[in-house]
T-cell receptor
Framework: DTEVTQTPKHLVMGMTNKKSLKCEQHMGHRAMYWYKQKAKKPPELMFVYSYEKLSINESVPSRFSPECPNSSLLNLHLHALQPEDSALYLC????????????????FGSGTRLTVV | LAKTTQPISMDSYEGQEVNITCSHNNIATNDYITWYQQFPSQGPRFIIQGYKTKVTNEVASLFIPADRKSSTLSLPRVSLSDTAVYYCLVGPRWAGNMLTFGGGTRLMVKP
């Protein structure tokens, strides 16, 4: 299995809702990432997990809460979002931190298209 | 981390070879160069990675001059399905801080 699976593919939520995005990989990768991508912009790093521990939080607002239950799963809990948080949320994994070197870099999922109304 | 500069957009026609150049003047000794392809509403996909000279795989070639201050992604005989955004990323393996995507190059392949 060489894929990163993200669910749901589309999500519409109100500003008072609580929802979660899920990401799963079975490649044995030890680093997992959340990115946010607005239309016609490059992906922006949000969080990095390495060996199931939060390694980097790129000053993301607390209404986004990541969780890594095990080495194959990564969740992003959403609460009290704003309309400007509408974006494509991408999950990625890599063999280790950095995603460079002799392996194949990052493997990305297809993303969750989030709309906040 | 080395900052990268790419053309914002490029147009090409089916069957042509496309070369996309990325500038990374302050590349460090331990940095690798990696290119990703992204289609609309999909995650980026790894294309090719190199450190120096030339790397070729079934999809593309990557040319890196001796000074490593730039690199060129070469796509042979493009088709309509190669229309996508191409990102050049530069960084060390054990960055600890993750690779930052630059603006990318929006390639449009026309019939």
């Amino acid at each position: 299995d060489t894929e990163v699976t993200q669910t749901p593919k589309h999500l519409v939520m109100g500003m008072t809702n609580k929802k979660s995005l899920k990401c799963e990989q079975h490649m044995g990768h030890r680093a997992m990432y959340w990115y946010k991508q607005k239309a016609k912009k490059p992906p922006e790093l949000m969080f990095v997990y390495s060996y199931e521990k939060l390694s980097i939080n790129e000053s993301v607002p607390s209404r986004f809460s990541p969780e890594c239950p095990n080495s194959s799963l990564l969740n992003l809990h959403l609460h009290a979002l704003q309309p400007e948080d509408s974006a494509l949320y991408l999950c990625a994994s890599s063999q280790d931190l950095g995603g460079q070197g002799a392996d194949q870099g990052y493997t990305f999922g297809s993303g969750t298209r989030l709309t906040v109304v | 981390l080395a900052k990268t500069t790419q053309p914002i957009s490029m147009d090409s026609y089916e069957g042509q070879e496309v070369n996309i150049t990325c500038s990374h003047n302050n590349i460090a000794t331990n940095d690798y160069i990696t290119w990703y392809q992204q289609f609309p509403s999909q995650g980026p996909r790894f294309i090719i990675q190199g450190y120096k000279t030339k790397v070729t795989n079934e999809v593309a070639s990557l040319f890196i001059p001796a000074d490593r201050k730039s690199s060129t992604l070469s796509l042979p005989r493009v088709s309509l399905s190669d229309t996508a955004v191409y990102y050049c990323l530069v960084g060390p393996r054990w960055a600890g801080n993750m690779l930052t995507f630059g603006g990318g190059t929006r390639l449009m392949v026309k019939p």
